[in-house]
């Protein structure tokens, strides 16, 4: 079958979209119910449809005919008709209705057709203007909660999450280094910020060996993954703007600072251009201060903050390389992708010395939670592979946990004869989100109190550019996580980031506990520890602050102790 070079991601999003057309059109009700089966499934897919055969089509639950052709279809044309006649039926703006959190198909469809709204501009407009409680289904609560979701949408246009734009930034970067010219990335990037809103590099004109617009057109020629635009260049893949930006070297090294600092860093250390003295590090100790790398050049940064780092706090920063092991994963025992042993051993060939399993608890039924049977069953498998890596002189083990569930009283999933049974428990809050700060406090609280909590797993709930996290006091929160030894974990996936590096600065000065989790649903989210890491560093956490830089033997101690 010739492939159109579709991702598989791609592909599942078009079955997905095509259910909810269908739905909000009152298509047969089968049909739309086998096309939504069919997109929760295809998730779980590794292989490329493409190479996938007839015989295995019949194993994906949900994937009947109609889907299998749609499939075929798009990957030898790059779309599929049914879909095409749908999206032809359906304004612009009622698609992007659908896309807007708390809004399914009859609702939009509602909002369309009875009350002839078919933009978000002109919902959004509907919203403020309280038209939408006049609807059957709709109250006031209801309308709130839709216009705060189209104004986080506004609000995060524009940007990008940065482990989207990374290796684009990557393989640029490889090409300029293979170069014998000087040059720098600048702006958001530079400073390793979670989102940003364009990938923005310095070169020094005067050190190519060519004219800077055969440069350009060299750059250009170079990547497929670049795309001409009004202003410049996009990288196609994401439409994130793509800006060169030239200097002479007697000007460089000023306009690489000043363009790699945050301008409430430059206003914090009282910089201004005639304070320039030549390079970074003497303009900054002219300034009273001492080398800050461009990763902590945010206007949040003070003098006491590093002073409580001490000196040369550079090259205690955590590192990538000093992760030890790997914490808060999930496994096919919940919403997995990779077996227990799967993910164990993958962890042990990127050279971890340990694994935390923790799969989602039993009140989390939409993401399969263990029953207290299945919980158990799998603590089996764990001790049956810890024997064997003792039998083969291994120094790697699995540590048993889970995910639970905060309840909506602040009580953990399971009772206190299962718990005990665990090495490590990370408590999070995932139901009723939409809660007072006073809810949600009383929830955290209330669980980190609890002593068979060992983590408190993404504090606020956020999903970055997709989903604002429910209200916190920060501090409180920290504090408590300080008088009852339990650690904070800073979540590695891209889109939650969660705790915010913001709040990390009190809880570094607390001296609490940093767990980078990659909170990984398959072996390959093992790589996001890289993304949380550098999080980590915009804050310049020492080594000794995060939990899962300690080795076998002292995370071992270290969860005995506690229990």
């Known amino acids: 079958m010739e492939s159109r070079n579709l991702s598989n991601d791609s592909i599942v999003k078009a079955i997905g979209l095509y259910a909810k057309l269908a739905e909000l059109h009152e298509e047969n009700p089968f049909k739309v119910k086998a096309f939504n089966s069919a997109a929760f499934n295809l998730k779980k897919v590794r292989q490329p449809f493409c190479e996938l055969s007839d015989q295995q089509w019949k194993t994906i639950p949900g994937a009947g005919k109609s889907v299998v052709d749609s499939i075929k279809e798009m990957l030898e044309t790059g779309s599929f008709l049914a879909l095409n006649n749908l999206f032809a039926q359906t304004p612009e703006g009622v698609v992007a209705m659908l896309k807007i959190k708390g ?71 490889e090409y300029l280094n293979e170069h014998n010219f000087r040059w720098t990335f600048l702006g958001d990037y530079s400073r390793q910020l979670e989102v940003v809103n364009s990938l923005e590099l310095l070169i020094d004109e005067q050190s190519l ?128 992708l990779n077996t227990l042993f799967e993910m164990a051993d993958y962890a042990q060939q990127l050279g971890l010395q340990y694994f935390g399993v923790c799969d989602h608890s039993q009140s989390a039924t939409y993401a399969n939670g263990l029953r207290e049977d299945q919980l158990l069953k799998q603590l089996d498998e764990i001790s049956m592979y810890n024997q064997r890596m003792i039998a083969e002189g291994k120094s ?86 300080v008088a009852n030894g339990v650690a904070i974990e800073l979540n590695a996936h891209p889109y939650r980031l969660d705790i915010d590096w913001r709040e990390l600065y009190y809880a570094v000065e607390k001296g609490v506990m940093i767990s980078i989790n990659p909170d990984a649903h398959q072996v390959e989210g093992f790589q996001d520890m890289y993304f949380g890491t550098l999080i980590a560093q915009k804050v310049g956490i020492p080594k000794k602050n995060v939990l899962n830089a300690m080795d076998l033997n002292e995370i071992t101690r270290y969860l005995r102790d506690r229990k």
């Open 103 to 173: 809004l399914g198909p009859k609702k939009v469809s509602l909002i369309w057709r009875d009350l002839g709204i078919d933009t978000v501009e002109l919902l959004f407009e509907a919203c403020r203007e309280n038209r939408l409680v006049e609807a059957k289904g709709f109250g006031v609560k209801t309308q709130q909660e839709i216009l705060k979701n189209i104004e986080f949408g506004f609000a995060s246009g524009g940007f990008w999450h940065y482990a989207k734009v990374w290796p684009y930034a990557e393989a640029v970067k």
């Open 209 to 336: 060996l060519i004219p800077w617009t055969a440069f350009i057109a060299e750059l250009r020629a170079s990547f497929d993954f670049i795309d001409d635009a009004e202003d410049g260049m996009v990288i196609a893949d994401t439409g994130t703007p793509l800006r060169f930006y030239s200097a002479v070297t007697s000007e460089f090294l000023r306009i690489k600072f000043e363009q790699t600092s945050s301008s409430g860093f430059l206003s914090t250390i009282n910089y201004s251009n005639e304070k320039w003295i030549g390079n970074e590090q003497e303009t900054l100790t002219n300034l009273g201060w001492p080398w800050v790398p461009a990763f902590m050049r945010e206007g949040e940064v003070s003098l006491d903050y590093l002073n409580h780092l001490g000196a040369d706090f550079t090259n205690r920063i955590i590192q990538v390389r000093d992760l030890r092991g790997c914490l808060h994963n999930h496994t096919t025992y919940s919403d997995g």
């Open 396 to 481: 790697f083990r699995i540590l048993s946990g889970i995910e639970s569930d905060i309840l909506g009283n602040g009580d953990l999933d399971y009772p206190d004869e299962i718990l005990e049974q665990l090495d490590l428990v990370v408590a999070s809050i995932h139901s009723n989100l939409s809660m007072t700060e006073e809810k949600s406090m009383s929830r955290l609280l209330s669980a980190i109190e609890n002593p068979y909590t060992t983590i408190l797993g993404h504090m606020t709930g956020r999903l970055l550019l997709l989903r604002q996290g429910y209200p916190v006091n920060h501090r409180k929160i920290i504090d408590a996580c």
